[in-house]
């Protein structure tokens, strides 16, 4: 793995001049709340390709250029700081990290003594003058040398008292931001202001600092992450916070009534081992996807006073402190393509089609779009350039289009006139468009596939004669047809005697359907063909089939662990489905497979078994449970856990996302916690990244 971040190469003078106006146009509208026209990831490989020039040609440096510049030279304030509000410089991985700390510790020429270890806050940073215990004025960082007066937002940030416990006069620093709900609330009162919202919650945060005159009020959090006694002040108290390890400044600051991380689930911490420090960072990492705000990386200092004051400052950021950087959530992209579908409920959703990009280690190819309505407010056009949004398990967003960057082929989104699924017409009169049939409209379409060539193999039985039967109301499911009278069909439009008798003989044929093809036809979400054939062997029965737990799916080749929970839980949506058919006679087994109890002893038996087993032998993970856990390196680093599972399936194995007796093997990236720790005291066998890198090789 390369941690050395990509830049962007820059040929001439002119590509030079040009990446410097680009910098600095994207960070000035990144810190006023509008859109820049860069995501993070691009705007830090422009300025990382415009350092790279200026070193090769230091003569034609622009003084416009955004390098060793606080917000990149685009903010400017009226307020000096009496310290300098600085940036922090970046660390993209463990081994940047190791560097960073070997080079700090040269300079210091002996070791540091303890690291603190704390989330960073994706907010603004902000200074809150107190004097004599009571909140007088609001700073934000500028240029770093001075800021903007915001007093006017003193009120509406939650965690930023208004009195502190003690009667002092110092200067606090942290950073305001806006929780998820609190983004929410923003948007749905900008939304009823003015039709808009806010792109993240990073520039609401930036845009409501800002607002003096909004009609509607929205609410900011702080948290405190540093202290300053006014310059010159040397009185005992002064003395003390200048001279406090950073951990018990943090205490002290809470103990004055502000809010700090220590409550959170990412509370910072002192480290005192470097190997410490990088397993919290894998915690950190891990909490993201479940905080309640923004983290966009993990903060690393020195935590005592004397190792900050020997290691100082450069132009824009302590030496003493580094930002260790967490995979974008949030980047530009194309907008390729809009996609409808009815879902169960009828509720008709677009999908977003984009261009393939990496968001927070996975890639993303579709977005939701929630309804029309959001589209229309949003102004999204086919072709534009979007922000789309994702991390952790949240289904990815489309955030906002980049207007700036239109080029006037954009095309307008068709929105539908009928249902996608059924052609019906639309309800249009909630947010939510739902196909006018509701939950009945997925229901031609899955009587059809149920009844389908493939499936049951009902002859005679077209499409428009499941929805006669079901205007009439005769049938609401597939299962429905197997009690159809005589009677009932004879009253259809055109439908004579003989269509009549054989239709229902064609229906009674479909009872004896072996179990691989009746559960098919049930259209279990992530099971087509295959895989009810090969979930039908392995269980024999649908009896088994329904009494299995995750795990036991798990077992059927292909199951990966993140397909059998969503089987479970249709299977269990199904269930009065399952029973009708069972109450109309509707064979449940598979002839020939043996169910999972008895199958260990006679696989042997069964040819196809054998021949898979067979095959199996010679791959190096047949039998063998996997569980991977922490960071994976090398070769691996770039896959996400689901590519991990599916190279272990690949490899023959079972992937498993926990640790128990059973497991065969431990995966153990860097920064491995609390699964590596059950691993060992259950004696499961434990492999690097890199060792289980080279025995799947072939199979990468
Ligand atoms: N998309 C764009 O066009 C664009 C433009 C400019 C900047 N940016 C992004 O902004 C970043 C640079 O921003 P920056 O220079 O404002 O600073 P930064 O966010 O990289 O780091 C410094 C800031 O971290 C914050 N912070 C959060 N938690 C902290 C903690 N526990 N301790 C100390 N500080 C903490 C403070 O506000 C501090 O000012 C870049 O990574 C870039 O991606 C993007
Ligand atoms: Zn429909």
Not at 366 to 383: F, K, S
Request: charged share 25%; net charge negative; with cysteine.
């Amino acid at each position: 793995m390369t941690e050395e971040p990509p830049i962007t190469l820059l040929a001439d003078e002119t590509a030079y001049a040009e990446a410097v106006q680009l910098a600095v146009d994207s960070a000035a509208a990144y810190y006023a709340d509008a859109t820049s026209t860069l995501d993070d990831d691009a705007y830090d490989r422009l300025v990382r390709g415009i350092q790279a020039y200026e070193e090769a040609h230091p003569e034609q440096v622009l003084p416009d250029s955004p390098t060793g510049k606080v917000a990149g030279g685009a903010v400017v304030g009226d307020v000096p700081h009496t310290v300098p509000m600085l940036s922090l410089d970046n660390v993209f991985g463990p081994e940047q990290l190791a560097d960073w700390a070997a080079s700090l510790e040269r300079r210091l020429g002996r070791p540091v003594t303890a690291w603190s270890v704390e989330p960073k806050l994706d907010g603004l940073a902000i200074s809150a003058r107190y004097r004599n215990g009571r909140l007088a004025q609001l700073v934000t960082r500028g240029d770093g040398a001075a800021g903007e007066d915001v007093s006017h937002a003193i009120g509406t940030i939650v965690g930023l008292p208004g009195r502190l416990a003690d009667p002092v006069t110092v200067e606090l620093r942290g950073e305001v931001m806006m929780t998820a709900a609190q983004f929410e609330d923003a948007c749905a009162k900008r939304s009823a202001h003015d039709g808009t919202t806010f792109a993240n919650p990073r520039s609401a945060a930036a845009g409501t600092l800002r607002a003096q005159d909004r009609p509607y009020v929205c609410e900011l959090t702080f948290f405190g992450y540093g202290v300053l006694p006014p310059p010159g002040d040397e009185s005992e108290q002064a003395v003390r916070l200048r001279e406090l390890p950073h951990s018990e400044i943090m205490e002290w600051v809470a103990g004055q009534g502000v809010q700090t991380t220590a409550a959170t689930p990412v509370a910072g911490i002192v480290a005192e081992t470097l190997e410490r420090v990088q397993e919290r960072v894998g915690e950190i990492a891990a909490a993201r996807a479940t905080l309640p705000f923004g983290i966009d990386g993990i903060v690393i200092k020195c935590d005592l006073a004397a190792d900050q004051a020997q290691a100082g400052f450069s132009s824009r950021a302590p030496r003493w402190a580094t930002a260790y950087k967490l995979p974008a959530t949030e980047k530009i992209t194309k907008l390729l393509g809009v996609e409808w579908n009815t879902g169960r409920t009828g509720i008709i959703a677009p999908r977003a089609v984009l261009e393939p990009v990496e968001l927070d280690g996975s890639k993303v190819t579709y977005a939701t779009l929630h309804n029309v309505a959001d589209i229309t407010r949003r102004g999204l056009m086919l072709g534009d350039s979007v922000v789309v949004y994702k991390a952790g398990d949240v289904i990815p967003r489309v955030e906002s289009p980049v207007v700036h960057l239109r080029t006037g082929d954009e095309q307008p989104i068709p929105i539908p006139a009928a249902c996608p699924s059924c052609g019906d017409a639309i309800d249009s009169s909630q947010e939510r468009w739902r196909c006018v049939r509701g939950r009945g409209c997925r229901a031609i379409a899955s009587i059809v596939y149920a009844a389908g060539r493939d499936t049951l193999d009902i002859e005679g039985l077209a499409e428009n004669r499941i929805k006669q039967m079901l205007d009439a109301g005769f049938i609401a499911d597939f299962a429905d047809l197997f009690f159809l009278t005589r009677e009932q069909l004879l009253g259809l439009e055109r439908m004579g005697e003989t269509s009549t008798d054989n239709l229902l003989a064609a229906i009674e044929q479909a009872k004896s359907r072996p179990l691989s093809r009746v559960f098919c036809a049930l259209g279990v979400r992530g099971t087509g063909r295959s895989m009810s054939r090969r979930i039908a062997r392995h269980f024999a029965t649908m009896e088994a089939i329904r009494a299995a737990d995750a795990e036991a799916i798990e077992q059927v080749e292909g199951m990966g662990p993140e397909k059998s929970p969503v089987v479970i839980d249709e299977l269990i949506e199904l269930a009065p489905l399952i029973d009708k058919l069972i109450q109309a006679g509707v064979n449940m087994t598979e002839p020939g497979a043996t169910p999972p109890t008895a199958a260990a002893a006679t696989t042997a038996g069964d040819d196809d078994a054998a021949e898979e087993s067979g095959t199996q032998v010679t791959l190096p993970l047949a039998t063998m449970s996997v569980v991977v856990t922490g960071t994976m390196t090398g070769s691996l680093a770039a896959l996400s856990r689901n590519e991990m599972n599916e190279l272990i399936e690949r490899a023959g194995g079972r992937a498993s996302s926990s640790v128990s007796a059973k497991t065969s093997l431990l995966v153990a990236g860097e920064s491995a916690g609390s699964k590596r720790a059950k691993a060992e005291a259950l004696g499961v066998p434990i492999v690097t990244s890199d060792d289980f890198a080279v025995q799947v090789a072939d199979f990468l």
